[in-house]
C-alpha cells in the first residue's frame, strides 16, 4: 500500500497563477483533509472531507477550493494565488475522524 | 474551533536529559493524539490517549491524558539525538468532523 501520496511535492507560483494539488490514499478511508503548516502556527485545517462527493471549511478556507469527486482522491485547489499561501501543504486520511495517516507534504511558494 | 496551546515552543537539551512537553486545550478534550515531525518532512503518529487519566508509553516518550484538566503531557527520558523534531498533538471536535493540531514545539538534543 502506498498510503497518502501527494502531487507534486514543489512548486513554484507567480501571483495570480492557479494551480491544484492532488492527495490520493488507497486505505479506502473516508475522511480526508487539507492542512498548510507555517512556522510557529502549527497546522491549519483548511478544508475536509467526510465522505465522496462531501466538503466542508476548516479555520482558513478563503483561497481554496476542494473537491471530492472520488472516494480515494482530495483535490485542493488555488483559483489565484497570493504570496500569502506560500506554505507547505499536508494531506491526511482517516477511517474515524482521528487523523493517523499524513502525506509527505507539498513546500508551495507563491512569488 | 478548538484551540490546542502546546508549551514550550521550542526547547534545546543536551542528550541523556529529560523532559516534558505539554498541550491544553480550550475545549473538552474527546482523545488527544500526539505525532513527530522530523525537519521537512511528514507527521509520524506516535500515540493516542482516549481516557481521562490514561497514561502509554512507546520506547522513552510516554504521555498522559488529564481530562479534567483539559491537558496532556509527552515525556522523554535520557533524550536522544534521534528524538529531535517538532511534536505536535492533535484531538477531535466535538461532532468528531474537524481534527485540530496543536501550535507545535520544536526539539533540538545536543549530542
Known amino acids: 500500500n502506498a498510503g497518502v501520496t501527494q502531487t507534486p511535492k514543489f512548486r513554484v507560483l507567480k501571483t495570480g497563477q492557479s494551480m491544484t494539488l492532488l492527495c490520493a490514499q488507497d486505505?479506502?478511508?473516508?475522511?480526508m483533509y487539507w492542512y498548510r503548516q507555517d512556522p510557529g502556527m502549527g497546522l491549519r485545517l483548511i478544508h475536509y472531507?467526510?465522505?465522496?462527493?462531501?466538503?466542508a471549511k476548516g479555520e482558513v478556507p478563503d483561497g481554496y477550493n476542494v473537491s471530492r469527486l472520488k472516494k480515494q482522491n482530495f483535490l485542493l485547489g488555488l483559483e489565484s494565488a497570493a504570496p500569502s499561501q506560500t506554505s507547505v501543504y499536508f494531506c491526511?486520511?482517516?477511517?474515524?475522524?482521528?487523523?493517523?495517516?499524513f502525506g509527505p507534504g507539498t513546500r508551495l511558494t507563491v512569488l | 474551533s478548538q484551540e490546542l496551546e502546546q508549551s514550550p515552543q521550542s526547547l534545546i537539551v543536551q542528550e541523556g536529559k529529560n523532559l516534558t512537553i505539554n498541550c491544553t486545550s480550550s475545549k473538552t478534550l474527546y482523545g488527544l493524539y500526539w505525532y513527530k515531525q522530523k525537519y521537512g518532512e511528514g507527521l509520524i503518529f506516535l500515540m493516542m490517549?482516549?481516557?481521562?487519566?490514561e497514561e502509554k508509553s512507546h520506547e522513552k516518550i510516554t504521555a498522559k491524558l488529564d481530562e479534567k484538566k483539559q491537558q496532556s503531557s509527552l515525556h522523554i527520558t535520557a533524550s536522544q539525538p534521534s528524538h529531535a523534531g517538532i511534536y505536535l498533538c492533535?484531538?477531535?471536535?466535538?461532532?468528531?468532523?474537524?481534527?485540530?493540531f496543536g501550535t507545535g514545539t520544536s526539539l533540538t538534543v545536543i549530542p
Open positions: 492533535g484531538a477531535a471536535s466535538n461532532t468528531g468532523n474537524q481534527f485540530y
Open positions: 490517549l482516549q481516557k481521562g487519566g
Open positions: 486505505m479506502n478511508h473516508e475522511y
Open positions: 472531507s467526510v465522505g465522496e462527493g462531501t466538503t
Open positions: 491526511a486520511s482517516s477511517y474515524s475522524g482521528r487523523v493517523r495517516f
